[in-house]
Every structure is written in C-alpha cells, then in structure tokens.
C-alpha cells in the first residue's frame, strides 16, 4: 500500500507560480512511475504531467507544456510540480498519482488515469484573473 500526500496548492493571481509536492510512503519510490493530474468542477479528470522513476523519462499535457514542471527526489520520496506562468484555466483540484508497475513511456500509457495505483487525496490551486 502506498500513501500520497500532496501539498502545495493556494490562490494565486493569473501569471504566478506555484509549487506542489507530493510525498509518498514506500520504500521503493525510484521505481514508481509519478504522475499528476487535475480536475476542474464539472470537467473530467486529465493528466497533467508524469515522471519515470528515476525522472529521466517526462511528459506534459500539451496545455502546460513550457509552463508547468515535473521533477521528483528520490531521497525524498517526492514528486513535484513546479507552475509557472498560471492562467485561469489551471484553477482545479490537482492529484498526485503513482504506479508501482513497469509503465510504457509513451504518452497513450503515461497519460491514462486508469494505469495509476493510488492516488493523493488532491490539494485546490485556484488562478485569479
């Protein structure tokens, strides 16, 4: 069983930054494929972001690709999600997911929800305009 926790989210005005964490329990966090995902009220989940285990292999939604940043600390157990350049269109809930599995690094793999094991209980960033 593995636990996340995200933290990190806020209010923030159009065209700052944020950063969220997740932490994990476990004790083989480098081999967990870490992903992140967002849901707006009323929409649909969708991935945002996804690291291999050791960070070498990325992927971003076409919608945060060159604002939004995955990185993780193996050390650490966490994953991160620098945002930079926010708009009102990022306000959502945004998770924190794992796969402890082997994941195929292509993006048809890394972006399904399904595919993740366990999930964060979600932190709210809200973008003002």
């Known amino acids: 069983q593995v636990q996340l926790e995200e933290s990190g989210g806020g209010l923030v005005q159009a065209g700052e930054s944020l950063r969220l964490s997740c932490t994990a329990s476990?004790?083989?966090?480098?081999?967990?494929?870490m992903a992140w995902f967002r849901q707006a009220p009323g929409k649909e989940r969708e991935f945002v972001a996804a690291?291999?285990?050791?960070?070498?292999?990325?992927g971003y939604a076409d919608s945060v690709k060159g604002r939004f940043t995955i990185s993780r600390d193996n050390a650490k157990n966490t994953v991160y999600l620098q945002m930079n350049s926010l708009k009102p269109e990022d306000t959502a809930v945004y998770y924190c997911?794992?796969?402890?599995?082997?994941?195929?690094?292509?993006?048809?793999?890394?972006?399904?929800?399904?595919?993740?094991?366990?999930w964060g209980q979600g932190t709210q960033v809200t973008v003002s305009s």
């Open positions: 476990g004790r083989t966090f480098s081999s967990y494929s």
């Open positions: 690291s291999s285990g050791s960070g070498g292999n990325t």
């Open positions: 997911a794992a796969r402890t599995r082997g994941l195929i690094y292509i993006y048809t793999y890394y972006s399904r929800p399904d595919l993740y094991e366990y």
